[in-house]
């Protein structure tokens, strides 16, 4: 098994859906940023979260959150996008989800004074033994 820690922010609401079977379904869309030499790269990351033990936590993810995953890595799968180019889609089930201390985008001053407040506490949420 790979096991993964993401630190990134959503890049949409979150999914919820059902199975056939009745069985709970969230989909989370993961940007997280890689330095490559001089240049930031962006690598996007679909988390799928399997019933309902982050629920009281969902609510308060929207486009934008910055979040802290640990989940299981799977096999990278390449695609073709509509230009034809070649992507990579990274596939996490996720283990682990709490709000990230680093706050929203785009406010750098945020992030180094403590802005997280607003994002820690109760509603972390960690798996059940």
Request: aromatic share 8%; net charge positive; charged share 20%.
């Amino acid at each position: 098994m790979n096991f993964i820690h993401i630190a990134g922010h959503l890049g949409a609401d979150p999914e919820v859906r059902f199975t056939s079977t009745g069985k709970k379904v969230t989909t989370l869309r993961v940007a997280a940023r890689a330095r490559k030499g001089q240049n930031d790269e962006t690598i996007w990351y679909r988390v799928t979260i399997w019933g309902d033990q982050y629920d009281k936590m969902v609510p308060y993810l929207k486009k934008g959150s910055a979040v802290v995953i640990a989940g299981e890595l799977h096999k990278p799968e390449i695609f073709n996008d509509r230009e034809g180019k070649p992507q990579i889609s990274m596939e996490v089930t996720a283990s682990f989800i709490q709000f990230s201390p680093f706050g929203k985008p785009g406010n750098p001053q945020q992030s180094h004074e403590g802005a997280g407040h607003q994002h820690t506490g109760s509603v972390s949420a960690a798996p059940s033994p």
